[in-house]
């Protein structure tokens, strides 16, 4: 019985011999996969970490030209509010310069009608009239010079008055 009980043991170390074989091919197997698996994440780590570093390289350039166009937009600011300051000093100027020409046609009008007063005889003895036609002395009615002076002169200054108003 013995020798029987010997050949049973035998039989269940064989068998346990051939189960713990095929557990250890199962797990050399499994261990081969899991390190092929990583293996394919390290690899797809590895790309991963370059497609970053590339994403990196964009953003710092997107950066840079970011700045390079906040300081262009600083430039061009600058000059639009440099072009709006000259434009106001323009237009400033313009208004200076028509309210000096209305100045200037005002005191030629009033310089105008000052002269106006004043006859000229022309070569033939007649008398200018102030309005382009010289009068001849025998058309002219005879008054003291104060009063034809006085009347001209208000006369002229209605008509200088009258053009001004237009």
């Known amino acids: 019985m013995v020798a029987s009980e010997v050949?049973?043991?035998a039989q269940r170390s064989a068998t346990a011999a051939r189960e713990i074989k095929v557990l250890i091919g199962q797990s050399v197997e499994?261990?081969?996969a899991g390190a092929q698996r990583?293996?394919?994440t390290g690899r797809a780590m590895d790309e991963l970490v370059e497609q970053v570093r590339q994403v990196?390289?964009?953003l710092a350039g997107v950066?840079?030209?970011a700045g390079e166009q906040h300081t262009g937009i600083g430039r061009v600011e600058a000059a639009v509010a440099a072009l709006d300051a000259m434009t106001h000093e323009?237009?400033?100027l313009v208004a200076s310069n028509a309210a000096a020409a209305r100045d200037l046609a005002q005191q030629?009008?009033?310089l105008a009608a000052h002269v106006a007063v004043f006859r000229l005889a022309t070569e033939e003895g007649a008398a200018d009239d102030g309005m382009g036609a010289p009068a001849a002395a025998a058309d002219r009615p005879h008054r003291p010079r104060a009063q034809?002076?006085?009347d001209r002169t208000a006369r002229r200054h209605r008509a200088a008055e009258a053009a001004r108003a237009a």
């Open 63 to 65: 950066g840079q030209r």
């Open 30 to 32: 499994r261990v081969a």
């Open 56 to 58: 990196a390289a964009m």
């Open 90 to 92: 323009n237009a400033s």
């Open 108 to 110: 030629a009008q009033a």
């Open 38 to 40: 990583v293996d394919e």
């Open 7 to 9: 050949r049973a043991l």
């Open 148 to 150: 034809a002076y006085d």
